[in-house]
């Protein structure tokens, strides 16, 4: 069956516009999650649906960043006014319940903000 | 304030021999550690985890062992082979508290044939 899939798999962009990053979780999972990894710089996570409930944006580093997961599938990470710090790959992962063994990942966005 | 450490950014390892990658943590609430292997391109995807109650777990040639004294763990494959030259992190939660995974910086592993 189909994996978690990323759009684009590559983003360039100038200082201060903003983007948008896709994931297509695994159909049926119904815990999303955003990481991002910076060059040199571990996993670090951003945010996290399940289900219906109110996500966990503990990790989102600014107010530029916000997420959305519309009909507990597709979801989107917005990144306003980027700034290049926000030079990234930014990974999604999907489990079928907060199950942190069974986590995949999609392949991520590679972000580039000039 | 890293909480989980991988102090050795890259690792080189002759085909057939022991790779042992290590992992330090200072949250002495994580209770769930996890390993996860990524290769250029693609995402993460798990190899192999522990829990608190456990000081080791084996499946087939990779098996993690746990020092909670120390707050220490680490990956051995044995043997390496080739296929398994890709970057490894080490992550870690509080399971229990359905806190969110945090991760290491990843250690790239070279197995040369």
């Known amino acids: 069956g189909a994996g978690v899939s990323q759009s684009p798999s590559n983003k360039v962009t100038e200082k201060g516009k903003d983007v948008e990053l896709r994931c297509d979780p695994i159909s049926g999972h119904t815990a999303l999650y955003w990481y991002r990894q910076s060059l040199g710089q571990g996993l670090e996570f951003l945010i996290y649906?399940?289900?219906?409930?109110?996500?966990?944006k503990s990790g989102l580093p600014s107010d530029r960043f916000s997420a959305e997961r519309t009909g507990g599938s597709v979801s989107t990470l917005t990144i306003q006014r980027t700034q290049q710090e926000d030079s990234a790959v930014y990974l999604c992962?999907?489990?079928?319940?907060?199950?942190?063994?069974?986590?995949?990942f999609g392949p991520g966005t590679r972000l580039l903000v000039l | 304030d890293q909480q989980v450490k991988q102090n050795s950014p890259s690792l080189s390892v002759q085909e057939g021999r022991i790779s042992i990658l290590n992992c330090d943590y200072t949250?002495?609430?994580?209770?769930?550690f996890l390993w996860y292997k990524k290769y250029p391109a693609e995402g993460p995807t798990f190899l192999i985890s522990?829990?608190?109650?456990?000081d080791k777990n084996e499946d087939g040639r990779f098996t993690v062992f746990l020092n909670k004294s120390a707050k220490h763990l680490s990956l051995h494959i044995v043997p390496s082979q080739p296929g398994d030259s890709a970057v490894y992190f080490c992550?870690?939660?509080?399971?229990?508290?359905?806190?969110?995974?945090?991760f290491g910086k990843g250690t790239r592993l070279s197995v040369i044939a």
């Open positions: 649906f399940q289900g219906n409930s109110a996500p966990d």
């Open positions: 992962a999907s489990s079928l319940t907060w199950d942190q063994e069974t986590q995949y």
């Open positions: 992550a870690a939660s509080n399971y229990s508290g359905n806190t969110p995974l945090v």
């Open positions: 949250n002495s609430m994580f209770d769930y």
């Open positions: 522990i829990s608190s109650i456990k």
